[in-house]
């Protein structure tokens, strides 16, 4: 089995910086895409952004500018920095990992973490 695990989540006020990050552990045999996801009360949850294992990004255009993912193969983790923040960013946020298991290596199953809160608030 795999199992994603975030941290780094908090209180922080607007303007502030946060990190979270998020270690994947288990029957790994390789990690494509990983990405952060982010749900608010009361609304879908949506995409952040994402990296594939090759170091490509992309990001929702509320965060651009604003966070940055990055990921280390070595450790199968993935962070994101987020600076700037707004109120706005308020949610629970979301690991998941797009993993080839050392079991069946020719398939890919995407994984979540349990999500970590973020409240953006003075």
């Known amino acids: 089995q795999v199992q994603l695990v975030e941290s780094g989540g908090g209180l922080v006020q607007p303007g502030g910086s946060l990190r979270v990050s998020c270690l994947a552990s288990g029957s790994i045999f390789s990690i494509n895409a990983m990405g952060w996801y982010r749900q608010a009360p009361g609304k879908q949850r949506e995409l952040v952004a994402a990296i594939t294992s090759s170091g490509s990004t992309n990001y929702a255009d509320s965060v651009k500018g604003r966070f940055t993912i990055s990921r280390d193969n070595a450790k199968n983790a993935v962070y994101l920095q987020m600076n700037s923040l707004k109120p706005e960013d308020t949610a629970v946020y979301y690991c998941?990992?797009?993993?080839?298991?050392?079991?069946?290596?020719?398939?890919?199953?995407?994984?979540w973490g349990q999500g970590t809160q973020v409240t953006v608030s003075s």
């Open positions: 998941k990992a797009d993993v080839h298991t050392s079991r069946w290596p020719g398939r890919e199953v995407g994984y």
